[in-house]
């Protein structure tokens, strides 16, 4: 759908797009992110030749834009900006249809569209008469987008749309977005400078550096795999760390020592245990280390007049976790068990490790407050 | 008393010849503007688009607007001699610089983002011109033409001088007739009117030509 071939771009002595090559494909949402003057805008800005190229190809839908009129090529390529960019003399339909006005559609053709394209966005049909100043950010820069969509572009360039939105009207823009780009299989090119959005928003995303592609990868991949420092630098720490969940595996949060008590050992025994440990139940396992079961303070309770060793009254059959499983399943099993903890077992059922709902709420708190690293800096530095 | 009876004695008997001279005086202004809009407004905008220019062109026309317009009339009267042409010559000069500059203004105040915006949408240079630049600065290049119809109708007074006639050649009569006054002022009131009238009607055409309408405003 797009391709870029060896695409550069130099002003007069600075290079400001290396040799890019990126292959879109057709309902594609491309995210493209990198710090300011990383390259990002005036790639995008040569799509549609606002800005012209130094070296390479861009090919829409296989034809090389060079060989395209420029004015023709803009009119078939949609166009959104931050500032939105609505011409403040012209009515909201005016504006709407404005590509429309250009290819000289007749006024039944511009009625009917700039009605059909409204609807998409449910805004009522007085907007139509109503002019740019009228209205608020968040419904001016939908006018925006519909400008964009009046001619049916197959391919739609978008320069940080939402950039200079309040958080809020941002939030339901990028859903309803999103939701609008899916329904009508467009192409998208999406300029930000804002990773949430980025992660959000992109089918992929292309983080770029200094004229060059970083990384170019899903959402998911980028934050599981950062390519290097600097993605990761980026994507920043407490990211990272949120999406730690979809990526650590159980190994790599569980406590590594569980209290356990060896096959064989007396009622007499456990309890002490127990009690200089401060927990209410024992894991049990042979001299192999392989989990056997567990016992806890109320069946010791009940039958501590029967019976003499652990075997007797342990409970078999204990939901345990594989060390290698993902937290995220993990979480979700542990949560809808209702259970306090979950044995951490290797391949062999060699007992490893222990969740518990405590590793879990840590786990949360670092979500949220981050690691605790830079506290524990901090504390220390204060030392 | 004496003097307004005078007045409104001139101006029964020779009411047919100030309206004829306020009628030329108005022309004259009228030409002199209208020349110097084909001129200007043009001149403004490639200014605007091609901001080297922009200073010098500014400059120059400040720097004739310092010169007194009598003095200018004399020079250009040697060139073309006596008579209208000389008058209107005149007025074209000293038009260009509020033309220009106002429609260098206004041409720069257009918000760059809509700009961008429609030269994205597939404008052409033209359309842009056209459909875009023009609109949004067309009532600060109308307050332009209004300065510069004011400024003229005082300046086609003098041209009474070079013998263009207008209501300054009522004035100058006056002067040169002994307690004349009242015959000065039959040609100075109605100088003083033509340019409250023109400012009324040119700023109210000004403000119709705003841009940013409301959708209100257009229903009523």
Known sequence: MLEFKNVTKRYDGKTAVKNLNLNIKKGEFVCFIGPSGCGKTTTMKMVNRLIGISGGDILVEGKNIKEQDAVELRRSIGYVIQQIGLMPHMTIKEN?????????????????????????????????????????????????????????????????????????????????????????????VFVTHDMDEALKLGDRIVIMKDGEVVQADTPDEILRNPANEFVEEFLGKDRLIQGRPDVTTVEQIMENKPITVPVGTTLRDAISIMRDKHVDSLLVVDSANVLKGFIDIESINLNHKKAKVVDEIMEEGIYTVSHHSLLRDTIHKILRRGAKYAPVVDDNQRLVGIVTRATLANLVYDTIWGDGTELEELTQAAE | METLNQLIHYVAQNGDYIWEQFYRHFLMTFYGVLFASIISIPLGILIAKYGKLSSWVLAIGSITQTIPALGAMAVIMILLGLGTNTAIVTLIIYSILPITQNTYVGMKD???????AGYASGMTRFQLLRMVELPLAISVIMAGIRTAFVIGIGIAAIGAFVGAGGLGAIILTGTNATDGTAIILAGAIPTALMAIIVDLFLGWVERKLQPIKSSKSKAA
């Open chain 1, 96 to 188: 709407i249809v404005l590509v429309g006005t250009l290819l000289k559609w007749s006024k039944e053709k511009k009625d009917q569209r700039a009605r059909e394209l409204l609807k998409l966005v449910d805004l009522p049909e007085e907007y139509l008469n109503k002019y740019p100043h009228e209205l608020s950010g968040g419904q001016q820069q939908r006018i925006g987008v519909l400008r964009a969509l009046a001619a049916n572009p197959p391919l739609i360039l978008m320069d940080e749309p939402f950039g200079a939105l309040d958080p809020i009207t941002r939030d339901s823009l990028q859903d309803e977005f999103k939701k609008l780009q899916k329904e009508l299989g467009k192409t998208i």
């Open chain 2, 110 to 116: 257009v918000d760059k983002t809509v700009v961008e």
